[in-house]
């Protein structure tokens, strides 16, 4: 298997492989390696003759095998991209290709949502004489990580409190983050050069007060009003404030809150090691642990657990998910 940067790096130094195999559940990743080759590979005077885009449902491994055998006119390269190759039933024979492929011929097969398997023959050639990326979803906590580097790429900055708000809203579609950030960068004023939350609310219209990381700094603080105000707005904004993700939240944070109460070593490098965070979040599970014991953590996790299956029906017949949220808010702060 392929890295995404070594890829891309090997692609922009003109190194090339006669056949590009790009698998995975993430489509960002496989629509970068892609669009670049077909962008990129030949100049504009070569693309007429030299390069084929090819759809799944519209075509054939035949064909496909068929095309990428021909020779380049008055070039180096010939270009063939099949985009949806998931939708190709005979797949499995381009392996009669794969063993040999045309060096002169860059082979791009883009299959998506789908894993290669390494039992068969096609993976055995492919590993041998081509490139194959598999393009993975990336953990709803790797996100902040990954909007931090994008930006940085682009010579800006954000705040990490902003990172993880837009995470959290945005979920893990790649694609999307890409889009709210690339309109993030066009608004941001002048010499600005640091995203915060305010930037973040007026233009993508996430509110920096009503959000979940506001909501677990409230229970962090025991603040009822604030708390109660927070989940007031997402009784009456379900469709933005889902139930389901504010129990994933409060449950991952107060499981490493329950971790961070067995730690040994509770100095801030140690503990932002052990929990897998950033060392500017380190004191919100230093505040969480002093305001709940071990024993209070491992009562909320349990009513986190209540709660996500009475969301669900279990137990519940009639509370809406806005009225569920709020028996459990109180339930914690006066836990």
């Known amino acids: 298997m392929n890295d995404f940067e070594k890829i891309m790096?090997?692609?922009?130094?003109?190194?090339?492989?006669?056949?590009?195999?790009?698998?995975?559940?993430?489509p960002y990743f496989i629509d970068k390696i892609s669009d670049h080759i077909e962008k990129n590979v030949l100049d504009e005077t070569e693309k007429p003759f030299n390069l084929t885009v090819l759809y799944g449902l519209d075509t054939d491994i035949d064909n496909v095998i068929n095309i990428a055998k021909r020779y380049p006119m008055m070039s180096e390269y010939q270009v063939v991209i099949v985009k949806e190759a998931q939708n190709i039933q005979d797949i499995d024979n381009l392996v009669y290709y794969a063993e040999?492929?045309?060096?002169?011929?860059?082979?791009?097969?883009?299959?998506?949502?789908?894993?290669?398997?390494?039992?068969?023959?096609l993976f055995a050639a492919l590993n041998k004489n081509a490139v194959i990326f598999e393009s993975n979803k990336l953990y709803d906590s790797q996100i902040?990580?990954?909007?931090?580097?994008?930006?940085?790429?682009?010579?800006?900055?954000?705040?990490?409190?902003?990172?993880?708000?837009?995470s959290e809203h945005l979920g893990n579609d790649l694609g999307k983050i890409v889009s709210e950030l690339e309109k993030l960068k066009i608004s941001v004023a002048g010499n600005e050069k640091v995203i915060n939350t305010l930037h973040i609310e007026k233009n993508i219209g996430i509110s920096k007060d009503y959000n979940n990381f506001e909501l677990?700094?409230?229970?962090?603080?025991?603040?009822?009003?604030?708390?109660?105000?927070?989940?007031?707005?997402?009784?009456?904004?379900?469709?933005?404030?889902?139930?389901?993700?504010?129990?994933?939240?409060?449950?991952?944070?107060f499981s490493r809150v329950l971790i961070y109460h067995k730690l040994a070593d509770k100095s801030r490098g140690s503990v932002a090691a052990a929990l897998k965070i950033k060392p500017y979040f380190v004191q919100d599970y230093q505040r969480a642990a002093k305001s709940y014991s071990f024993l209070k953590i491992k009562q909320i996790i349990s009513l986190?657990?209540?709660?996500?299956?009475?969301?669900?029906?279990?137990?519940?017949?009639?509370?809406?998910?806005?009225?569920?949220?709020?028996?459990?808010i109180y339930k914690i702060l006066h836990i």
Not at 9 to 26: A, C, M, N
Not at 151 to 165: H, N
Not at 306 to 328: I, M, R
């Open 304 to 328: 986190l657990r209540e709660y996500d299956l009475k969301s669900k029906g279990v137990g519940n017949v009639s509370n809406t998910d806005g009225e569920l949220l709020k028996e459990l």
């Open 144 to 166: 902040p990580d990954w909007i931090t580097g994008f930006l940085k790429q682009a010579g800006m900055e954000i705040q990490p409190k902003a990172a993880v708000l837009l």
């Open 100 to 121: 040999a492929p045309l060096k002169s011929t860059v082979l791009v097969i883009n299959y998506k949502y789908r894993k290669l398997d390494k039992r068969k023959k």
């Open 216 to 253: 677990q700094n409230a229970l962090i603080s025991r603040d009822v009003l604030k708390a109660n105000r927070i989940i007031s707005y997402f009784g009456k904004n379900p469709r933005n404030y889902p139930m389901v993700l504010t129990l994933v939240t409060l449950y991952f944070f």
């Open 9 to 26: 790096i090997d692609l922009q130094k003109r190194i090339f492989s006669p056949v590009y195999f790009l698998t995975g559940e993430e």
